[in-house]
């Protein structure tokens, strides 16, 4: 009935914190299986279209992730498929890393063949074989029948915490007051943009866009974010609860990719909400578009050339774990004994119900640690998490769910694992000091 399959450490979903998961469990050595539901790889970068990637540094410019995460980014670079990290030009943050999201698909395969990693696409993750509290293995639905997955440790890179929420582990879902997630967007293209006109109306209407804008020194600076076009937006009057233009430029040179889609009160975990919000959000791509062409200047000539595969999902599960991060280690930047990543990245919660945008930024030295214990979920013992579905607050959330920390935990998470099912232990027993040591030979940054 079910095709069975071994492995050390199996990786549930291959979105960017995956990705690194799995890489460092084949590095350690560890028999790895990355199973997919899509057929390529990438999660929202390549799935939703979510760019750039941000941010690598803190506010003061200081590098806090790197490890596999910048090899990508260098691997990526050397295809001349990213500039590498360059300034934010809506002065959000210090840096971002615009990057070709086709080249990210083979980038990953690659660097995962090299690491000895069995990659199954097209397969969904859709049950937990439990006994006592351990996973035994995991089932998948596939166009070739079932296939049942043994492993020693698992990995849950899902973004929606779903091997955690079917093998029986408390989950959280929201905000704590009402259970409300951030919305969700539908990214897209757009090429035949003139970003020089563009940039050309920001110097010469500096009122009109994010306050952080560097706009004295943007003739110098190539165009990478634009915020604001507040007059704009607001005399169009749509019929869609933001409350500015949002757009990132790239990866070609007249392009940009938009982010302003906003689906409100709906859960991406459930099916058919999840049907309607695909529906909500390719109308509004077709109403911000014509928008776009029709009143914002540099934009007369510019058509949509793709829009995401699915709709961008925000917030959906996370891990009720050992420890959840709060909004309060994160702006006060605090220290943990076990920290197994950092990130610089504020808070930037896009409101569950509201128009706007709330943000807050991190103190000391512009970065704060994530803890081990936020890998591990409670009640299952051979279960790690790793980028979106972490354990932490739902404002924590807010800043822990950026591409490079989910990249950063996503490796934390596969070197964990592999440790584990070498010494035949549970993740919650390995020692966390040679963790760190092994994460920091491999480029991570701790302190
Ligand atoms: C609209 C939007 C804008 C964003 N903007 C930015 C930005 O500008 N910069 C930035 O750095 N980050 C941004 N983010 C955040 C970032 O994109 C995500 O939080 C990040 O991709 C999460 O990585 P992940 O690997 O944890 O999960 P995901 O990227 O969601 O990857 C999960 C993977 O698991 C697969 N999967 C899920 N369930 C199953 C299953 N049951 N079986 C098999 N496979 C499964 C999925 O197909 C996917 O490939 C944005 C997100 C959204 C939605």
Redesign the pocket.
């Known amino acids: 009935m079910y095709k069975i399959m071994e492995a050390d450490v199996v990786v ?7 990705i690194n998961a799995a890489l460092a469990a084949g590095r350690q050595g560890a028999k790895t299986v990355l ?4 057929g390529f ?5 390549t ?2 279209l ?5 941010t690598f540094h803190t506010m003061q410019g200081k590098q806090v992730i790197a490890g596999y995460a910048q090899e990508i980014v260098e691997r990526l670079m050397a295809k001349n498929a990213s500039p590498g990290h360059v300034r934010d030009t809506c002065g959000f943050v210090q840096t971002i890393t615009p990057y070709h999201p086709e080249a990210y698909k083979l980038v990953a395969l690659e660097m995962l063949r090299e690491a000895g990693v069995k990659v199954i696409a097209h ?4 049950e937990a074989v439990v006994e006592g509290d351990r996973i035994q293995a995991v089932r998948l639905a596939t166009k070739s029948g079932r296939i049942e997955l043994r492993a020693k440790t698992f990995v849950d ?4 915490a ?1 091997l955690a929420y079917f093998a029986g582990a408390p989950i959280l879902k929201g905000r704590e007051e009402d259970g409300k997630t951030q919305p ?2 539908m ?1 897209f293209r757009m090429k035949g943009v003139d970003l020089q006109a563009v940039k050309q109306y920001m110097i010469e209407h500096p009122e009109e866009f994010y306050r952080k804008t560097p706009v004295e020194e943007l003739a110098d600076l190539r165009l990478t974010a634009v915020q604001g076009f507040y007059k704009h937006w607001k005399e169009a009057n749509l019929p869609i609860n933001r409350d500015q233009v949002l757009f990132f430029t790239g990866p070609d040179e007249d392009e940009v990719v938009v ?1 302003m889609v906003r689906v409100q009160g709906l859960d991406g975990t459930d099916v058919e909400e999840l049907t309607e919000a695909e529906e909500l959000g390719r109308k509004q791509v077709v109403m911000i578009s014509e928008f776009m062409k029709k009143s914002l200047p540099g934009f007369a000539h510019a058509s949509v050339t793709q829009v995401g595969t699915q709709i ?3 917030e959906t599960r996370r891990i009720d774990g050992q420890y959840a991060l709060s909004m309060d280690d994160v702006v006060t930047g605090r220290r943990f004994e076990d920290v197994i990543a950092r990130s610089g990245y504020p808070i930037d919660i896009h409101d569950p119900s509201g128009k706007n945008v709330t943000a807050a930024w991190i103190d000391g030295d512009g970065a704060y640690d994530i803890p081990y214990r936020c890998l591990l979920p409670k009640k299952i013992d051979n279960l790690l998490v ?4 972490i354990s932490t607050s739902h404002e924590a959330l807010a800043t822990t ?4 920390s ?1 990249m950063a935990t ?1 490796q934390a998470a596969g070197t964990a694992a592999a440790m584990a099912a070498a010494a035949g232990t549970s993740p919650q027993s390995i020692d966390v000091k040679r963790l760190q040591e092994v994460l920091k030979q491999n480029g991570a940054i701790l302190a």
């Open positions: 549930a979903g291959g979105g960017p914190a995956g199973v997919e539901r899509y790889l990438g999660g929202m970068s799935i939703a979510v760019y750039p990637w941000m397969s969904f993750l859709d890179t899902t973004g929606d779903d969700m967007t990214k982010n961008g999902v925000r790793g980028g979106r579905c769910r950026l591409t490079p989910c996503g």
